[in-house]
């Protein structure tokens, strides 16, 4: 390289006159001067053009990967180089400078010529420059001292490299400049080495992306599928588990994979002897247990020659809920197949029975998994309006912006009905109504007066006719004494109020529901079940938190795993088994009643210290009273004790 002086000198002789020794005559430095001092002034620096505001943000947004990647390689550079003076810039394609990072001083210096982030790097504005040479010639390239057009450059050396992509195409470049006294000529070496490694990083990403996007394809055409997947290798661990899969058995692929797979689903018999024998099985229904749950379901499975496990599975109360959704047949349970027997029940369903000749909305409330959806459809069924569809909406199921679409339904595109026109001349029962938002609120208060709606995205007044249905498991009453809820909204829909009592109140019904789901397991499974009374006992002083929900799933549990035939309290879960056990502990250690006015008596002693008129004051008695009640439980002498 040569020095800073012999720079200079060739500078001030083209200056003087415009010609330079042959040897320098076909250099890139003595063409860009050529071009430069037809259109600027090299004494005379003029400041370079800045892009800001909108302008600067946009090119930010379309630069965004290469700044990303730029900034993380140019910091790392300069924490290894903190020491030394100098200052790495990143620009775009056009010159412009994205970002900056180096030696405060140095940086100063530059942000006082106007070089800083927003400014384009350009010949016709700064004179000669690196960028501009790495630009034209996608080469790395050097500008120092006197190489520099303009002279207030001259103080400075510089070296600029190309970033260019996968496709060969130039993102940018890596611009660096020291002190032109402290330049080396491994200062391109380290501008080339920062560029090399950004457009190695936008390799990797692009790579990156075209995988991303085959598998999203990949994804794609599984979630397409109807079935869920799940696949395991030769040692029946778990490969893969589609998404499919994952909301068809309410499971997350992280909780399964690398897992056994006889450890995560406890298949019927039939079907861990087809697995293990490498037999293919082609739609079978049958039942088997997930986390604790029974799932109904159709399967298929295959052995791949690899040794890889592929399982088809679909459950049927999927395909169930689905259709309650979108058919208007979904509607299957009626009055007399409702699974009840007790006199609460059948209070209920003469009240309900009454409601539905009010024409007026109709209000189911009860616990979770109590039946009120079931009972919906037994009142579409038994109304004027059971020729037409019933469509389920449950407040808790999406998130609330697309809750108002979903119910709303809305004009743009292909558009979509409302909730309310998909009932017409139908039922509507809404689940969770305690969650229904403000704005819904209002839409079901007006529609309730009018009989109009409008989508969300129209003025358009549509008119509706339907029999609606809703249903809470919350104490709503309260929710509108907190402001939550509308009252007059509540006042409507309540006119006709039914309420399911627990499960746990009803042990006839708890009795009935177990005998039927007995009877259907036999005659699905062609065996005879007999059940222990102790068994029907412990079931039906069993709390049920969960009601019918969870009175299935017990029940579905000890059929699958009993151990004969003849079910006995062993055969039960744990959770049922131990409930009735901690009870009967309980009950056991209940103190009585003069236990209890005797320990208050000592422990009143002990608080006010044996003053008997505080004392008396505290247990709300007499004074009498309480000496009475001391003689009677034979604690004078204790007391004089004290």
């Known amino acids: 390289m040569h020095s800073i002086e012999d720079s200079k000198t060739r500078w001030e002789f083209f200056q003087k006159h415009q010609w330079v020794s042959p040897e320098f005559a076909y250099s890139p430095i003595f063409q860009s001067w050529q071009r430069c001092i037809k259109q600027m002034s090299a004494y005379k620096w003029t400041r370079p053009h800045i892009a800001s505001g909108f302008t600067l943000t946009s090119l930010r947004r379309?630069?965004?990967?290469?700044?990303?990647?730029?900034?993380?390689?140019?910091?790392?550079?300069?924490?290894?180089?903190?020491?030394?003076?100098?200052?790495?810039?990143?620009?775009?394609?056009?010159?412009?400078?994205?970002?900056?990072?180096?030696?405060?001083?140095?940086?100063?210096?530059?942000?006082?010529?106007?070089?800083?982030?927003?400014?384009?790097?350009?010949?016709?504005?700064?004179?000669?420059?690196?960028?501009?040479?790495?630009?034209?010639?996608?080469?790395?390239?050097e500008v120092f001292a006197g190489d520099h057009f303009k002279r207030d450059m001259h103080g400075i050396g510089t070296a600029a490299a190309p970033i260019i992509d996968t496709y060969g195409k130039l993102r940018g470049t890596i611009y660096l400049v020291r002190y032109a006294e402290e330049y080396k000529r491994e200062n391109i070496v380290i501008a080339s080495?920062?560029?090399?490694?950004?457009?190695?990083?936008?390799?990797?990403?692009?790579?990156?992306?075209?995988?991303?996007?085959?598998?999203s394809a990949h994804s794609a055409a599984l979630e397409y599928m109807d079935d869920g997947i799940i696949s395991w290798d030769s040692e029946n661990l778990i490969s893969y588990t589609s998404s499919q899969a994952e909301k068809l058995l309410n499971v997350h692929s992280n909780d399964l994979l690398d897992r056994d797979?006889?450890?995560?689903?406890?298949?019927?018999?039939?079907?861990?002897?087809?697995?293990?024998?490498?037999?293919?099985?082609?739609?079978?229904?049958?039942?088997?247990?997930?986390?604790?749950?029974?799932?109904?379901?159709?399967?298929?499975?295959?052995?791949?020659?690899?040794?890889?496990?592929?399982?088809?599975?679909?459950?049927?109360d999927k395909f169930h809920e689905?259709?309650?959704?979108?058919?208007?047949?979904?509607?299957?349970?009626?009055?007399?197949?409702?699974?009840?027997?007790?006199?609460?029940?059948?209070?209920?369903?003469?009240?309900?029975?009454?409601?539905?000749?009010?024409q007026a909305p109709i209000l189911i409330t009860g616990e979770e998994g109590v039946g009120k959806s079931d009972l919906a459809m037994a009142i579409h069924n038994e109304s004027e309006y059971r020729d037409g569809p019933f469509i389920s909406l449950n407040c808790r199921s999406t998130n609330p912006y697309q809750l108002l679409r979903d119910v709303l339904g809305y004009d743009e595109g292909e558009g979509q009905l409302s909730k309310f026109e998909l009932a017409q001349n139908g039922t509507l029962y809404i689940e969770n109504i305690e969650l229904l938002g403000a704005e819904l609120q209002a839409t079901l208060l007006k529609l309730l007066k009018t009989g109009l709606i409008s989508r969300s995205d129209s003025e358009r007044l549509i008119t509706v006719k339907f029999q609606l249905i809703t249903?809470?498991?919350?104490?709503?009453?309260?929710?509108?004494?907190?402001?939550?809820?509308?009252?007059?909204?509540?006042?409507?829909?309540?006119?006709?109020?039914?309420?399911?009592?627990?499960?746990?109140?009803?042990?006839?019904?708890?009795?009935?529901?177990?005998?039927?789901?007995?009877?259907?397991?036999?005659?699905?499974?062609?065996?005879d079940i007999e059940i222990d009374s102790d068994v029907m006992d412990t079931l039906c002083n069993y709390r049920w938190s969960g009601n019918n929900s969870q009175l299935r799933n017990i029940v579905e549990r000890f059929l699958l795993n009993r151990s004969a035939n003849h079910i006995e309290v062993a055969d039960l879960p744990d959770e049922v088994r131990l409930q009735a056990q901690q009870e009967?502990?309980?009950?056991?250690?209940?103190?009585?009643?003069?236990?209890?006015?005797?320990?208050?008596?000592?422990?009143?002693?002990?608080?006010?210290?044996?003053?008997?008129?505080?004392?008396?004051?505290?247990?709300?008695?007499?004074?009498?009273?309480?000496?009475?009640?001391?003689?009677?439980?034979?604690?004078?002498?204790?007391?004089?004790?004290?």
């Open 62 to 141: 379309r630069n965004e990967r290469i700044i990303n990647c730029a900034v993380r390689v140019t910091e790392d550079m300069h924490d290894l180089l903190r020491s030394e003076k100098l200052l790495l810039l990143v620009t775009d394609d056009n010159g412009c400078v994205m970002s900056h990072v180096g030696h405060r001083e140095l940086e100063e210096k530059m942000e006082a010529l106007g070089i800083k982030v927003g400014c384009f790097l350009t010949e016709d504005k700064v004179g000669t420059n690196a960028v501009s040479f790495a630009m034209e010639t996608n080469m790395p390239c």
């Open 193 to 215: 080495s920062c560029a090399r490694e950004v457009s190695l990083q936008l390799h990797i990403e692009s790579e990156q992306e075209s995988m991303n996007r085959l598998q």
């Open 261 to 316: 797979i006889f450890n995560v689903i406890r298949f019927a018999p039939n079907i861990v002897s087809s697995i293990k024998q490498g037999e293919m099985v082609r739609r079978k229904q049958t039942t088997f247990e997930i986390d604790g749950r029974f799932i109904e379901a159709i399967v298929t499975y295959r052995c791949m020659s690899d040794g890889t496990h592929l399982l088809f599975i679909h459950p049927v």
């Open 322 to 358: 689905l259709a309650l959704q979108q058919s208007a047949s979904s509607a299957t349970y009626t009055f007399e197949n409702l699974a009840y027997t007790s006199r609460k029940m059948k209070h209920v369903m003469r009240v309900a029975r009454r409601a539905i000749k009010s």
């Open 471 to 527: 249903g809470t498991s919350a104490n709503i009453a309260e929710e509108v004494a907190q402001g939550a809820f509308a009252r007059r909204l509540y006042y409507d829909l309540s006119a006709n109020e039914l309420h399911i009592p627990p499960l746990r109140t009803r042990p006839e019904d708890i009795e009935h529901m177990v005998h039927r789901l007995v009877n259907i397991y036999e005659q699905r499974h062609k065996v």
């Open 584 to 642: 009967s502990d309980s009950a056991a250690s209940v103190m009585t009643l003069e236990e209890l006015e005797k320990q208050a008596i000592i422990q009143s002693w002990k608080v006010f210290d044996g003053r008997m008129q505080e004392m008396a004051k505290a247990l709300n008695i007499g004074r009498t009273t309480l000496w009475r009640k001391v003689k009677k439980y034979g604690l004078e002498e204790m007391l004089e004790a004290n």
